[in-house]
């Protein structure tokens, strides 16, 4: 078995960094507290995975979710959510399309979710939300990987 999961985590990271306008792309927890004031700033999380078969020395289909969570500083005359949506967009396409070539680690991302959220008084916070001039906004992204076991 290979740890595939933080092949997928650094390629994110890599691709997240090469976005125009973006200050900081940390991995959560160890950078969390590296963001300061470097936004629109960008934090990768480990987050789900599930093995629906399993047989020892095949090949085996993991279905991993990725979280990445945008914070973004209202910038003046720029309207909120136009600004986050556009950058929204070049999330999607640096993910969607710069995590399927990883020596045929990752097959397919076979889905996203984006929830928007609402008012919350923590900036900074780990979810979707508002809180003062920061947005958040959380991608939770669905890859399939396919690893080898014995």
Do not use: W
Request: glycine residues 8%; negative net charge; charged residues 20%.
């Amino acid at each position: 078995m290979t740890n595939k999961q933080y092949l997928v985590i650094q390629a994110a990271k890599t691709a997240l960094q090469a976005i125009t306008g973006i200050k900081f792309v940390g991995i959560y927890p160890d950078d969390y507290d590296k963001i300061g004031q470097r936004f629109p700033a960008i934090m990768i999380k480990d987050s789900d995975e599930d093995v629906p078969e399993f047989h020892a020395g095949k090949q085996v289909r993991i279905n991993y979710q990725l979280t990445c969570i945008l914070y973004h500083e209202t910038r003046a005359g720029y309207t909120r959510i136009n600004d986050i949506l556009d950058l929204q967009t070049d999330i999607l396409n640096a993910i969607t399309s710069g995590l399927m070539d990883l020596d045929g680690t990752v097959t397919q991302c076979t889905g996203y979710r984006i929830p928007k959220g609402d008012l919350t008084p923590a900036p900074l916070a780990d979810n979707s939300g508002y809180s003062g001039e920061v947005s958040q906004r959380e991608f939770i992204f669905n890859f399939t990987i396919f690893d080898q076991r014995s």
